[in-house]
């Protein structure tokens, strides 16, 4: 990650790396969660006022993210959020989003709206996550390939349903996906897929989910894990979103260990110090096998 001193300042208006360069250091890259919405379930209402999300991407971006993920939309991975316009995420977005361009990283925009997204893209993000993997708005689609713009697809589903093999109805949901992005022309080199930790999952399908994570190497694609603050966490030792960080922590570190390319997070700061500490150790352990043996 980029050390403060050659961070780009808030003057610096050289456009941001692309993902796919960010991709080929090798290392795990952090998205920072920017939640500009009244009721995201972690910090919900926190980041609403432009000032505030504006001060909070800056810190963001100084606490090491490699992505700042822009949501004006909750879409909580266990319901209960109020549905928003297309009108009224673009008018959250507006005063936000060209000033989080400006910072010097790549601007991911979290919608499920093709409308939403265009807008998002046209003030500078230059990443597409969509929480419904293509299968919701037939324009997020077309709208990834003709801007040629790398895009987040996660798996999701309306409801959880403790009955069903998790594991194969995400490769399905994938596959799925991959079809319709390669009918619509977008380039594998510019998807990511994200199982979607939370969303329409128990909290024990989220952790089997996390616990079978190499399972989907198998597409030849970079994974993107989002595990902060999620329920399952609660599941195995109970607390408030914001008493997660723990969980949170373990969860994304095992997830890199298992082949996550990005991990996406609310505590920039705190992930970014585990992963160089984790990658030290691992570092001596290759240097030095008579020391132990290391995975």
Not at 73 to 87: D, I, K, L, Q
Not at 88 to 95: C, N, Q, S, Y
Not at 159 to 176: E, H, N, Q, S, T
């Amino acid at each position: 990650m980029l050390d403060q001193a050659t961070r780009p300042t808030d003057d610096d208006k050289s456009p941001p790396r692309p993902l796919a360069a960010l991709l080929r250091e090798g290392r795990p890259l952090v998205m920072g969660v920017l939640n500009v919405t009244p009721d995201s379930f972690s910090d919900g209402g926190r980041y609403l006022d432009p000032d505030h999300a504006i001060a909070q991407a800056k810190r963001l971006v100084a606490e090491g993210a490699d992505i700042i993920d822009v949501g004006a939309e909750s879409t909580r991975p266990y319901g209960g959020a109020a549905p928003v316009s297309a009108e009224e995420e673009i008018a959250r977005l507006t005063p936000v989003l060209p000033a989080v361009a400006a910072l010097g990283v790549p601007v991911s925009i979290d919608t499920m709206k093709a409308e939403v997204a265009g807008v998002a893209l046209d003030m500078g993000a230059t990443i597409l996550n969509d929480v419904w993997g293509l299968q919701r708005d037939p324009a997020m689609a077309k709208l990834a390939a003709l801007r040629r713009v790398p895009i987040v697809v996660m798996h999701n589903r309306d409801g959880a349903d403790p009955a069903i093999d998790i594991l194969a109805d995400i490769d399905a949901f994938f596959a799925r996906t991959l079809e319709i992005a390669a009918q619509a022309g977008i380039s594998r080199e510019n998807i990511v897929l994200d199982p979607g930790i939370g969303f329409g999952k128990t909290p024990e399908q989220s952790i089997a989910t996390l616990a079978a994570l190499p399972r989907f190497s198998r597409f030849g694609l970079p994974l993107l894990v989002g595990a902060s603050r999620k329920r399952f966490i609660a599941s195995v030792s109970p607390a408030p979103p914001d008493k997660r960080l723990g969980g949170s922590l373990a969860a994304h570190l095992l997830a890199t260990l298992d082949g996550a390319a990005i991990v996406r997070v609310h505590d920039v700061a705190e992930t970014v110090q585990a992963l160089k500490i984790a990658q030290a150790i691992r570092n001596k352990a290759i240097r030095n096998p008579s020391i132990r043996s290391f995975r």
